[in-house]
């Protein structure tokens, strides 16, 4: 397997970059930049192709075509060990500069080992004005081995700001077809043909997260949990049982992920700091240490706030697509459903409601949405929400 197996239904993004990870350093023809702008909706596997893409830039073993999969170069950079590669990947709700500046410093040296420095951030759209403007140093101002690969679901200015993005060439992704994913589950994963596409139909196009709901019982359970929410809402008393519901879901599936990392970070800070020493000078060597304690859970309390909002939106996405299919169900539109398992409740609901009911309900999914982007709180957000899909 190559490193653009993982890059699932992007033929003619794979075939540019490939392209370009023939160019080396030193030469001063081909289809290389040293800026590139990964844009695609969610779960068309930016962040996936990106990595893809560094390690077939780090590639040792580069015939017949760049990113072997197998040298070593592919796979430490897969392994996430390898020298010449950078990732910053958003722990918090944005990037800031100070972060950004040490991006910047690291991206001013020359590779240790391989052919380029290479810089990946994922979610570019949260740097935050000042880190976007000391990100422009190395995009204006590129060193000679240095590629800047950015992540972010478009290139609209609210995500990337102009200057920014008008420096980069964009590679456009989009959203993975059923049969590639479902392909992919079976091979890589060895699902059975009737699960794996289960799982691809009802994913939304995003490989990762067709992967969870066929392997994970909780995972399904949780989509199960938002996807009874349309047709159980039958009560003023309901908003309020089902919205706790919800939220619960979030902050449960978020303490699930960051949990364990919190309790090894800090175990392993306290241990670097000195923490159960009992030899001469242990106690001094402890002092002072609080504020470097404090800072962590500083990051770990944005980082569970964020994969909270996370998980929530998530579930979000999914109640705007049931209320999507009652839509096309109502319409007798010849589209494929997001959820074609729930097909009997977007049945119902078409039956039941107006379409301008509907439409109404949709628009309070998009609304709670929109109201989480902006730290309202998501207790406060979803029970709105979940109010206005009772009232219809």
């Known amino acids: 397997m190559t490193v653009w197996d993982a890059v699932v239904g992007q033929t003619q993004a794979v075939a540019m970059l490939s392209a ?3 160019t080396g350093p030193d030469d001063d023809g081909g289809s290389m930049t040293h800026a590139w702008l990964f844009t695609g ?10 990595r893809a893409f560094a390690a077939a830039l780090q590639c040792t073993d580069p015939e017949p075509e760049p990113g072997c999969g197998q040298c070593p170069g592919c796979r430490t950079v897969l392994a996430g060990t390898n020298p010449d590669v950078h990732e910053m990947v958003p722990e918090g709700l944005s990037i800031g500069a100070q972060a950004t500046r040490a991006l910047v410093a690291q991206a001013a040296r020359r590779p240790s080992g391989g052919r380029w420095q290479v810089m990946l951030i994922e979610d570019a759209d949260r740097l935050t004005e000042s880190a976007g403007n000391a990100l422009l ?11 800047l690969l950015l992540c972010a679901p478009s290139d609209h200015p609210e995500d990337i700001s102009v200057t920014l993005r008008s420096r980069c060439r964009r590679v456009s992704l989009r959203t993975p077809p059923t049969d590639a994913i479902a392909g992919v589950l ?3 994963d060895g699902l059975d043909t009737v699960t794996a596409q289960w799982a691809a139909s009802i994913c939304g196009g995003h490989v990762g997260r067709a992967r969870r709901l066929a392997t994970d019982p909780e995972a399904r359970a949780r989509r199960e949990a938002v996807l009874r929410i349309p047709m159980a809402l039958r009560s003023a008393a309901d908003v309020f049982t089902l919205s706790d519901e919800l939220v619960a879901a979030a902050e449960k599936e978020a303490g699930g992920l960051t949990t364990a990392r919190d309790a ?6 306290e241990t670097a700091l000195g923490a ?5 000078g242990a106690a001094a060597a402890t002092r002072g240490t609080k504020g470097a304690i404090r800072e962590l859970e500083r990051r770990q309390k944005s980082r569970a706030t964020r994969t909270q909002r996370d998980a929530l939106d998530r ?3 999914d109640l705007a697509g049931f209320y999507r299919d009652a839509l096309a169900t109502a319409w007798g539109a010849p589209v494929p459903l997001t959820h074609p398992d729930r097909n009997a409740d977007a049945v119902t609901a078409a039956a039941q409601w107006s379409t301008e009911s509907v439409l109404r309900r949709l628009a309070a999914v998009l609304a709670c949405r929109e109201a989480l982007e902006l730290n309202v709180k998501p ?3 979803v029970e709105a929400m979940v109010s206005a899909l009772q009232r219809g």
């Open 20 to 22: 370009a990870a023939r």
């Open 41 to 50: 909706p969610p779960g068309s596997g930016r962040s996936v192709a990106a």
């Open 137 to 147: 140093k190395v995009v204006e101002e590129p060193p000679p081995r240095t590629v």
């Open 186 to 188: 079976e091979r890589r």
């Open 264 to 269: 090894a970070e800090t175990e392993e800070l």
């Open 276 to 280: 159960g020493g009992t030899g001469r």
């Open 315 to 317: 579930a979000l996405v």
């Open 379 to 381: 207790r406060i957000a």
